[in-house]
């Protein structure tokens, strides 16, 4: 997605930003790394799939639902009931950026 991160072990990273994240198809592995992904792609810019979602939805029941009341232009793809559409959520970017630029 374009971001800074550096991996130090399996429990730290060192992310320096602000970066401005793309669009991609990546795969969640846990709950906590997937809702970080969704966040990620809904501040990206263009398309983003997120597959292996099957954590999330037990973490997050609707999670679709809820954020598209909050203006997400997020769908679960049909043809793959495991896998979300993610397009940018446009107040959130401006929201995200504006705070770390003050």
Known sequence: MGANAIICDPHRALITG???????????????AGATMVIAALIARDESIIDGIQQIDRGYENIEERLQKIGADITRIKNNSKSFSIQRLSFLKRTAFTNLTN
């Open 18 to 32: 602000p970066t401005q994240l793309y669009g991609t198809e990546i795969t969640s592995f846990d709950l906590r």
